[in-house]
């Protein structure tokens, strides 16, 4: 699990970095002390499995709550959970924005606490469908929600997820009828999660990380109707 942090208090930060160090299962942690950083990140192309995010930040006109709401737009599979001082304060608002919200801590953060939150976004993740897959040696399970694209290489299979990339040996019509519900086929060696499509056109479909792939013309009219169906089925 990918995880950032957003907290333009320090102390406040240090103090989660340290309950965070006896979590098991984070295979990477971000610290963020101004919104900037974290939105270059995104436009840099990574994202994360959750974001704690700082509700009140001083001299910002944005509150972590219209960040979060911007940022899921980009990141839909981002999950956030909201820190602040004042439960009181903003316990309406953290309703108000379209954010995957799992919860909020109240600072000074417990451990009890934090650790129920992310046990919560874990089953979150792996609850939805995923693959499992054999590589290196290892067996690895992977949300669907995580994966950007696959792309058939020679005699090998890369899975671009947003941690990275995952090689296997295996043909991607195995694993186009194992995704076919929100994955898009637009080219004999790409299958594309729609999540992660920013625009479709004839020849090319971009990603929202800015990443561009080929459309094939007998592929197109068929992916550009599959993808609007999902774009309306989300409104």
Same mark, same amino acid.
């Given at each position: 699990? !990918?995880?950032?942090?957003?907290?333009?208090?320090?102390?406040?930060?240090?103090?989660?970095?340290?309950?965070?160090?006896?979590?098991?299962?984070?295979?990477?942690?971000?610290?963020?002390?101004?919104?900037?950083?974290?939105?270059?990140?995104?436009?840099?192309?990574?994202?994360?499995?959750?974001?704690?995010?700082?509700?009140? +930040?001083?001299?910002?006109?944005?509150?972590?709550?219209?960040?979060?709401?911007?940022?899921?737009?980009?990141?839909?599979? =981002? +999950?956030?959970?909201?820190? =602040?001082?004042?439960?009181?304060?903003?316990? &309406?608002?953290?309703? +108000?924005?379209?954010?995957?919200?799992?919860?909020?801590?109240?600072?000074?953060?417990?451990?009890?606490?934090?650790?129920?939150?992310?046990?919560?976004? @874990?089953?979150?993740?792996?609850?939805?469908?995923?693959?499992?897959? &054999?590589?290196?040696?290892?067996?690895?399970?992977?949300?669907?929600?995580?994966?950007?694209?696959?792309?058939?290489?020679?005699? &090998?299979?890369?899975?671009?997820?947003?941690?990275?990339?995952?090689?296997?040996?295996? !043909?991607?019509? *195995?694993?186009?009828?194992?995704?076919?519900?929100?994955?898009?086929?637009?080219?004999?060696?790409?299958?594309?999660?729609?999540?992660?499509?920013?625009?479709?056109?004839?020849?090319? *479909?971009?990603?929202?990380?800015?990443?561009?792939?080929?459309?094939?013309?007998? @592929?197109?009219?068929?992916? @550009?109707?599959?993808?609007? @169906?999902?774009?309306?089925?989300?409104?």
């Amino acid at each position: 699990m !990918k995880i950032a942090v957003c907290d333009d208090d320090k102390n406040c930060l240090d103090s989660i970095k340290r309950l965070l160090a006896e979590y098991p299962g984070i295979s990477r942690i971000e610290y963020y002390q101004e919104l900037s950083q974290l939105s270059e990140a995104l436009e840099n192309g990574t994202t994360y499995d959750l974001v704690l995010m700082d509700i009140e +930040w001083e001299g910002n006109e944005q509150d972590g709550i219209t960040y979060a709401a911007q940022y899921n737009v980009h990141s839909p599979q =981002t +999950w956030f959970i909201f820190v =602040t001082a004042y439960n009181d304060k903003f316990s &309406q608002k953290i309703f +108000w924005e379209k954010v995957n919200l799992c919860g909020f801590l109240v600072k000074p953060v417990k451990k009890e606490n934090l650790e129920k939150l992310l046990e919560k976004v @874990r089953e979150k993740i792996f609850s939805s469908d995923a693959l499992i897959l &054999q590589h290196g040696g290892i067996t690895e399970k992977i949300a669907n929600s995580q994966i950007r694209y696959l792309e058939s290489n020679a005699h &090998q299979l890369l899975i671009h997820t947003i941690s990275g990339e995952i090689s296997v040996y295996e !043909k991607l019509d *195995v694993y186009e009828k194992k995704l076919h519900k929100d994955f898009l086929r637009v080219h004999k060696s790409f299958l594309v999660n729609m999540q992660y499509i920013r625009r479709i056109e004839m020849k090319e *479909v971009t990603m929202q990380d800015g990443t561009v792939l080929p459309v094939s013309k007998t @592929r197109y009219s068929a992916s @550009r109707d599959k993808y609007f @169906r999902y774009i309306r089925a989300m409104l």
